[in-house]
């Protein structure tokens, strides 16, 4: 079983639409989590931290289930602009900050 | 500005060449990663080094060196041992118990 695993997609969504990824994780003491976004050949951004309360960020909000070992992540109003690679990132309970990414899942926002 | 500097964009190698990847920071962290990216995988650990003068093995450590003389600087070598080069490479850091930022990118292939 994968450490981090995520639905591969595509996800074709219209503009406008709310589309929510979610994302497990093996290590049940994991201690940080990380939604990455990543365009077509470029370099991972952080997207946003995941904390134990759930949190959000204007269109963004991510929420973690520890109990379940599941993050999710929800986008209102998809834009064309969201189109991209959605990676999940957890980090693991080490003094040093390993960080171990999922495959990532795509979304298309299609006009 | 601040950020990380990665070059070349994109490297082609010879059989039995030995190539090194550059990644400069002025971010003032201390700790540096190399990934590495295949089509279709999550992000792999090559070497990360958490202080200067000092670095270990990721994941996939194999055909690959690093060195870390310079806080602001953890260049990647290649090597000719490395078989199956032919990647995207992603150079990060980050302070202490922060996410990971991360370089452009050098895409390297095979001559």
């Known amino acids: 079983r994968k450490e981090v695993e995520q639905d591969p997609g595509p996800f074709n969504v219209p503009e406008g639409a709310t589309v929510a990824f979610n994302c497990t994780y093996s290590?049940?003491?994991?201690?940080?989590f990380f939604w990455y976004r990543q365009d077509c050949r470029k370099e991972p951004k952080l997207l946003m931290s995941?904390?134990?309360s759930g949190n959000e960020d204007g269109r963004f909000t991510a929420q973690l289930n520890r109990a379940s070992q599941y993050i999710s992540l929800l986008i209102r109003d998809s834009k064309l602009s969201d189109s991209a690679t959605y990676l999940c990132?957890?980090?693991?309970?080490?003094?040093?900050?390993?960080?171990?990414f999922g495959t990532g899942t795509r979304l298309l926002v299609s006009p | 500005d601040g950020g990380i500097t990665q070059s070349p964009k994109y490297l082609f190698r010879k059989e039995g060449q030995n190539v090194t990847l550059s990644c400069e920071q002025n971010?003032?962290?201390?700790?540096m990663y190399w990934y590495r990216q295949d089509p279709g995988q999550g992000l792999r650990l090559i070497y990360y080094s958490q202080i200067v003068n000092d670095f270990q093995k990721g994941d996939i450590a194999e055909g690959y060196s690093v060195s870390r003389e310079k806080k602001e600087s953890f260049p990647l070598t290649v090597t000719s041992a490395q078989k199956n080069p032919t990647a995207f490479y992603l150079c990060?850091?980050?302070?202490?118990?922060?996410?990971?930022?991360f370089g452009d990118g050098t895409r390297l292939s095979i001559l």
């Open positions: 971010l003032n962290h201390d700790a």
């Open positions: 990060a850091s980050s302070s202490y118990d922060q996410p990971q930022h």
């Open positions: 290590n049940s003491a994991s201690q940080s």
């Open positions: 990132v957890v980090r693991g309970n080490t003094g040093f900050q390993k960080l171990v």
């Open positions: 995941v904390y134990s």
